[in-house]
């Protein structure tokens, strides 16, 4: 191959990428205006709203999906708004409670699963949910790169940090899914007369023992457990709490004693709740083995406010 062939084949490959490059910031800037005013649904509505109410909300709860749906807001008196996100661990909740405004009073539940911290495979791969806020949000911008949860690839063409939600974005753009001024976050789960049996026959069934022999902390893990750490001691106006909601029936203690070993060690306020309803006869409290119905979750959320003295009713 000649020099002008190879010049040839370089112009055609800068006029590409300068070409791609163009087309990506309009499409990214395209889908920044649309998904700004999209306040509904997960994929980017739910933490829009928190985004921008973080300032002037009182109350957050942050977790995965059994911090969604086991806490209803509307229990409590203080304003509140759960951030709970099916899917997510303590990497999510770690990054978002890093874009809480300093110094300011706020009670805040950070929902805590065994099973982030017992995972070897867990590498806070979920903080990725929030990459369409990717070069928007610096505290997010920040944990994103810091913690190489992004390719170099992405790191260029920034519209690629809408895959997978684009589609959820445009469906609540064009048609909202409720509506957000009256939504406080919380998703209760309910169980239809259908359901009821199916839901029976499902608790009814014996367990099988899936407990581990040793039980080692995740490492990245407790990372980010020791950075909410790091923030609450740097904000002593906000009061941080640390949780487990109940399952059905948690048949391995050791995950549960290791984790409250933990939380003691490093000082923080952590209860676990795993068995609260373990000796229960009632199925109306379920909607699985891992998830509460919405009964079950309001009175769950009335034993918070009866077991800690900064919840009141309202």
Known sequence: MDSKTVQKLLKIVLFTVVISYALDKLVFFSLNKISDEVMTGQAIGKLNQFLSNKDSTEFFVFGNSRANHHIDMSLFKQKGYNMGIDGTGIAYSSTL??????????????????????????????????????????????????????????????????????????????????????????????????????????????????????????????????????????????????????????????????????????GLNYKDFSNLYKNSNSNTYWKDRTHMSDKGAEAFSKHLINTYNEFEYP
């Open 97 to 266: 409670i890093s874009t809480l405004p300093q110094h300011k009073k706020q009670l805040i539940i950070v929902h805590v699963d065994t099973k982030n911290f017992f995972d070897s495979l867990y590498d806070g791969g979920d903080m990725r949910a929030l990459k369409s806020k990717y070069q928007r949000n610096p505290n997010i911008t920040e944990a994103l790169k810091k913690n190489n949860q992004l390719s170099s690839l992405q790191s260029f063409y920034y519209s690629m940090n809408y895959n997978g939600n684009a589609i959820g974005i445009l469906k609540n753009y064009f048609k909202p899914s409720y509506n957000y001024k009256e939504y406080n976050g919380y998703d209760p789960l309910y169980v239809s007369k259908s359901q009821e049996s199916i839901r029976d026959m499902v608790l009814a069934k014996s367990m099988t023992s899936d407990c581990l022999d040793n039980y080692i902390i995740n490492a990245k893990a407790l990372k980010y457990l020791k950075s909410i750490k790091i923030f609450s001691e740097q904000n002593p106006e906000k009061t941080f709490i640390f949780l487990t909601s109940p399952i059905h029936n948690d048949i391995c203690d050791e995950d549960n004693k290791k984790l409250h070993l933990l939380m003691e060690e490093l």
